[in-house]
């Protein structure tokens, strides 16, 4: 309903969308639909919404949404601390105040993170104590505490297993951590229930522009084979790794996770000389994980081939083993990479510039290149600006993605089903933590999610992950089981792949 912004439960399927990208002219074409792709089409749908304007917008993703690089990082929302030894000040200041955004409108995905930076010797402890106050300064009025100096002693009360070489203090700072899959969808299903279609698993092969100054793209729809065109008045590419002319420099940056290492709730942020830093965050559902990454490594190859090399490998395991000595006993249980679409440049990948470019490229196609996930609803807004003021000025000054709670997810919303996790626990004959979890994933969605929670748990699942699949399934568009692993929920990549039951809606493989 036009002026009134919907939520994101919605019965539209995926076989919809496809009608519609077959059928309609569109304003706009995204295409991609990973986090900046997907924030586009939130942002322009909700400005419609509010203005009353009509504005077709449709987006396709050749895989499943966020299922490159937007949901294989450190899932953190982050300043970004190793821009201040880089001097990137507005880098660093935009990132913090995108953190205090995102924490505000989505405080069910992002919640602030505790850090622990081991320091060794006092010049470090005062270089790094100082860099610290510096970034306390540019979050501004922020509502997360400031870092604070901590003794060895309280070091050792935190992390008793600790061992990193020379060890005389820390530093303890927040920054935040987010559910980056979840992020994605949130941000796809709200622009959805809010007039877009949006469909994956479709491919553009070709696009060229008519004598009338319409742009007709040809799309392939891979789960089908069927092929056809549609066609927009704009285009943005959204593509990130897959962009080209020009082609981004592809980063790619690499994670193990292992057993729990971390004794407190903490994360280590650790910096190597060379001014890398390196993160071990409690990771999981459960939170019985450490993530352990990331790193920053040029690669070469192809875009659709990202896997973590053994170099890579040995490189995180012996941080590890040198911050987390029993960290040596542990095989990784999982391990996962993605590529960072970054600013052409030459010199370190560690160095590479953060900062992101948007403009119309030499033949009217709106280009997003680099940048970062913590900034993601910044560069979706300045793109949905361009766009507006190509395809509909009077949209160009409506702002609404920085005020408006992601899917209706206010703080009060959110806190009031955590507070009744324990009576919606025993409606359905879950754990309290149980449903804490789900609430901390799905947020207002949580109690449709328990809706398909069944009598008895199938064979490899829980009743809740059961639940979480059938949704996955009927309302996010799951087409294989790693887009349930993977992207709803973050089970493959905490070394838990279960093995999905017959009929339960997904293909395990391309090849079925």
Same mark, same amino acid.
Request: net charge neutral.
């Given at each position: 309903?036009?002026?009134?912004?919907?939520?994101?439960?919605?019965?539209? =399927?995926? @076989?919809?969308?496809? %009608?519609?990208?077959?059928?309609?002219?569109?304003?706009?074409?995204?295409?991609?639909?990973?986090?900046?792709?997907?924030?586009?089409?939130?942002?322009?749908?909700?400005?419609?919404?509010?203005?009353?304007?009509?504005?077709?917008?449709?987006?396709?993703? @050749?895989?499943? $949404?966020?299922?490159?690089?937007?949901?294989?990082?450190?899932?953190?929302?982050?300043?970004?601390?190793?821009?201040?030894? @880089?001097?990137?000040?507005?880098?660093?200041?935009?990132?913090?105040?995108?953190?205090?955004?995102?924490?505000?409108?989505?405080?069910?995905?992002?919640?602030? @993170?505790?850090?622990?930076?081991?320091?060794?010797?006092?010049?470090?402890?005062?270089? +790094?104590?100082?860099?610290?106050?510096?970034?306390?300064?540019?979050?501004?009025?922020?509502?997360?505490?400031?870092?604070?100096?901590?003794?060895?002693?309280?070091?050792?009360?935190?992390?008793?297993?600790?061992?990193?070489?020379?060890?005389?203090?820390?530093?303890?700072?927040?920054?935040?951590?987010?559910? &980056?899959?979840?992020?994605?969808?949130?941000?796809?299903?709200?622009?959805?229930?809010?007039?877009?279609?949006?469909?994956?698993?479709?491919?553009?092969?070709?696009?060229?522009?008519?004598?009338?100054?319409?742009?007709?793209?040809?799309?392939?729809? =891979?789960?089908?084979?069927?092929?056809?065109?549609?066609?927009?008045?704009?285009?943005?590419?959204?593509?990130?790794?897959?962009?080209?002319?020009?082609?981004?420099?592809?980063?790619?940056?690499?994670?193990?996770?292992?057993?729990?290492?971390?004794?407190?709730?903490?994360?280590?942020?650790? $910096?190597?000389?060379?001014?890398?830093?390196? $993160?071990?965050?409690?990771?999981?559902?459960?939170?019985?994980? !450490?993530?352990?990454?990331?790193?920053?490594?040029?690669?070469?190859?192809?875009?659709?081939?990202?896997?973590?090399?053994?170099?890579?490998?040995?490189?995180?395991? &012996?941080?590890? %083993?040198?911050?987390?000595?029993?960290?040596?006993?542990?095989?990784?249980?999982?391990?996962? &990479?993605?590529?960072?679409?970054?600013?052409? &440049?030459?010199?370190?990948? !560690?160095?590479?510039?953060?900062? +992101?470019?948007?403009?119309?490229?030499?033949?009217?196609?709106?280009?997003?290149?680099?940048?970062?996930?913590?900034?993601?609803?910044?560069?979706?807004?300045?793109?949905?600006?361009?766009?507006?003021?190509?395809?509909?000025?009077?949209?160009?000054?409506?702002?609404?993605?920085?005020?408006?709670?992601?899917?209706?997810?206010?703080?009060?919303?959110?806190?009031?089903?955590?507070?009744?996790?324990?009576?919606?626990?025993?409606?359905?004959?879950?754990?309290?933590?149980?449903?804490?979890?789900?609430?901390?994933? +799905?947020?207002?969605?949580?109690?449709?999610?328990?809706?398909?929670?069944?009598?008895?748990?199938?064979?490899?699942?829980?009743?809740?992950?059961?639940?979480?699949?059938?949704?996955?399934?009927?309302?996010?568009?799951?087409? +294989?089981?790693?887009?349930?692993?993977?992207?709803? !929920? !973050?089970?493959?990549?905490?070394?838990?792949?279960?093995?999905?039951?017959?009929?339960?809606?997904?293909?395990?493989?391309?090849?079925?």
């Amino acid at each position: 309903m036009r002026g009134n912004v919907q939520p994101a439960v919605t019965s539209i =399927t995926r @076989q919809q969308a496809l %009608e519609r990208l077959r059928s309609e002219t569109f304003d706009v074409l995204i295409l991609g639909g990973g986090i900046n792709g997907a924030g586009t089409a939130r942002d322009l749908a909700l400005r419609a919404c509010v203005a009353q304007v009509p504005l077709r917008i449709g987006l396709i993703e @050749q895989n499943h $949404f966020g299922s490159g690089t937007s949901s294989k990082n450190s899932h953190l929302i982050h300043g970004g601390l190793r821009y201040l030894r @880089q001097l990137a000040f507005g880098l660093v200041r935009e990132s913090l105040h995108e953190r205090a955004v995102l924490l505000r409108i989505a405080p069910h995905l992002v919640e602030p @993170q505790l850090f622990l930076m081991p320091l060794a010797g006092l010049a470090r402890e005062i270089y +790094y104590n100082l860099g610290l106050t510096l970034y306390d300064r540019l979050s501004g009025n922020e509502t997360l505490p400031h870092h604070r100096r901590l003794s060895l002693v309280e070091v050792r009360r935190l992390e008793p297993a600790l061992a990193a070489p020379g060890l005389t203090g820390a530093a303890e700072f927040h920054d935040a951590q987010v559910r &980056s899959g979840r992020m994605v969808l949130e941000n796809v299903f709200e622009a959805i229930a809010n007039g877009a279609a949006c469909a994956n698993y479709v491919r553009a092969e070709a696009r060229e522009r008519d004598r009338g100054g319409l742009w007709r793209t040809r799309l392939h729809d =891979t789960i089908s084979g069927q092929i056809f065109e549609t066609v927009a008045r704009a285009l943005i590419d959204a593509t990130g790794p897959w962009a080209h002319d020009p082609a981004p420099r592809l980063v790619r940056g690499s994670h193990i996770v292992l057993p729990r290492l971390n004794a407190s709730d903490h994360a280590i942020a650790y $910096f190597e000389d060379a001014g890398r830093i390196i $993160f071990l965050i409690p990771w999981g559902e459960r939170r019985d994980r !450490t993530l352990v990454g990331t790193t920053d490594v040029d690669h070469t190859g192809s875009p659709d081939e990202v896997h973590i090399s053994e170099e890579e490998t040995r490189y995180l395991r &012996s941080i590890a %083993e040198r911050l987390f000595p029993q960290s040596a006993q542990y095989e990784p249980v999982a391990t996962f &990479s993605s590529l960072r679409p970054l600013l052409a &440049s030459t010199g370190s990948p !560690t160095r590479a510039s953060r900062e +992101y470019h948007i403009f119309f490229d030499a033949h009217g196609v709106l280009r997003i290149t680099g940048g970062k996930f913590t900034t993601y609803r910044l560069m979706s807004e300045e793109a949905a600006n361009m766009i507006a003021a190509e395809i509909a000025p009077v949209l160009r000054d409506v702002h609404v993605s920085a005020d408006r709670a992601l899917n209706g997810n206010t703080r009060e919303a959110v806190d009031e089903l955590l507070a009744g996790a324990g009576q919606l626990a025993a409606s359905y004959g879950i754990e309290t933590s149980e449903v804490t979890m789900l609430v901390r994933q +799905y947020g207002v969605l949580a109690p449709a999610v328990l809706e398909y929670i069944p009598a008895e748990a199938p064979a490899n699942l829980s009743r809740l992950d059961a639940a979480r699949l059938k949704y996955a399934v009927q309302h996010e568009m799951a087409q +294989y089981a790693r887009d349930f692993l993977e992207v709803s !929920t !973050t089970l493959a990549h905490e070394g838990r792949p279960a093995l999905l039951p017959p009929g339960c809606g997904v293909r395990a493989s391309r090849s079925e």
